[in-house]
């Protein structure tokens, strides 16, 4: 796809969803970072659905750590790997506090040294809650990118700098919002909604209508 073709792709999706953002409910950073590191392997629906309940009962580093870990496990047991996540939401609500005063801090590396905090939620953290112009990279985002001709990345890390790389500036800080829920709703993995696709026309994939590609 050359630059022509990517800067139109991104004024349709621009033009489709002005102001695309997470589909995870929350209300402050840290209730952000909770969700995004539930979320991992596991649906925005899901960790939804336990927030929803958790939230009012605990929504700070100091109310999660009062809960402890057989508070904690059955507010978020319904969403995949729950015993591993309790654990690393514990020990991340309990270095917030030691160091970082009880706030989200706004770097990577700050980020990153928190239990359970890979690139990729920091990417999340980072674009969504502090505005910068990261792309973080899911199944969605390293299928479709490969999948409609923006990259030919074989991992995450390569797909991010190809997109760094090519997207145009202005639309950096909401690409990775808008690749998400393109590929959640109509660049699925199974059987991809190519005729409701606004993109069509541009999308590099040579056998558009019959692909079958999983996760």
């Known amino acids: 796809m050359n630059g022509t073709q990517i ?3 991104f004024e349709r999706f621009a033009k489709a969803n002005p102001k695309p953002t997470t589909e995870l409910h929350y209300h402050t950073h840290f209730e952000l ?10 649906t925005d ?3 939804n659905k336990a927030t929803a309940i ?21 507010y978020i047991k ?16 309990a270095l917030l506090l030691e160091l970082h005063h009880g706030q989200v801090p706004n770097t990577r590396e700050a980020l990153e040294a928190l239990p359970g905090v890979g690139r990729k939620t920091a990417n999340v953290i980072l674009n969504t809650a502090f505005g910068e112009a990261t792309m973080a990279v899911d199944t969605h985002i390293f299928r479709v990118a490969n999948r409609i001709g923006l990259s030919k990345g074989k991992t995450p890390l390569a797909v991010e700098k190809d997109l760094l790389a090519v997207v145009p500036k202005q639309y950096q800080h909401d690409a990775h919002h808008w690749l ?22 541009l999308c ?12």
């Open 54 to 74: 958790l939230y009012p009962i605990a929504n700070t580093p100091t109310a999660i750590l009062a809960l402890g870990e057989e508070g904690l496990i059955p």
């Open 7 to 9: 800067k139109t792709l």
């Open 204 to 215: 590099q994939c040579e056998d558009k209508e019959d692909i079958v590609i999983s996760a």
């Open 45 to 47: 629906v899901s960790v």
């Open 180 to 201: 998400i829920l393109h590929g959640r709703y109509v660049c699925t993995a199974r059987k991809p909604h190519c005729r409701e696709c606004i993109i069509r026309d």
């Open 78 to 93: 319904s969403i995949g790997l729950y015993k591993t996540k309790a654990k690393n939401i514990l020990k991340t609500c």
């Open 33 to 42: 970072l909770i969700s995004v590191m539930l979320s991992a392997q596991a």
